[in-house]
Nanobody, 119 residues
Framework: QVQLVESGGGLVQPGGSLRLSCAAS????????MGWYRQAPGKQRELVAA???????NYADSVKGRFTISRDNAKNMVYLQMNSLKPEDTAVYYC?????????????WGQGTQVTVSS
């Protein structure tokens, strides 16, 4: 269990960049994986990017090459650098913590931050 707070969302033009931040309430070094999900109105929530405690990353095909997830264990922070943003990236982005590989039912979630990509 960990409390997560996202920040960094906003309005950006297509082709622009944003960096989302997720602050965790405790050390994240032992958390199995941290990730970012997003959900647009009328669409299913989808995994955008995830990073394990060992540094393995996973990205949705739609964001590969444009987004980068990173974690700073010393600061209990997770980031999502989003470049070359497209209108279809518009969604509420949620920070996620999967405490162990065996307990997806006990994931922690942030409150979400809105990202809007529009000209």
């Amino acid at each position: 269990q960990v409390q997560l707070v996202e920040s960094g969302g906003g309005l950006v033009q297509p082709g622009g960049s944003l960096r989302l931040s997720c602050a965790a309430s405790r050390s994240i070094f032992s958390i199995y994986a941290m990730g970012w999900y997003r959900q647009a109105p009328g669409k299913q929530r989808e995994l955008v990017a995830a990073i394990t405690s060992g540094g393995t990353t996973n990205y949705a095909d739609s964001v590969k090459g444009r987004f980068t997830i990173s974690r700073d264990n010393a600061k209990n922070m997770v980031y999502l650098q989003m470049n070359s943003l497209k209108p279809e990236d518009t969604a509420v982005y949620y920070c996620n913590a999967r405490i162990t590989i065996w307990t997806p039912n006990e994931d922690s979630w942030g409150q979400g931050t809105q990202v809007t990509v529009s000209s």
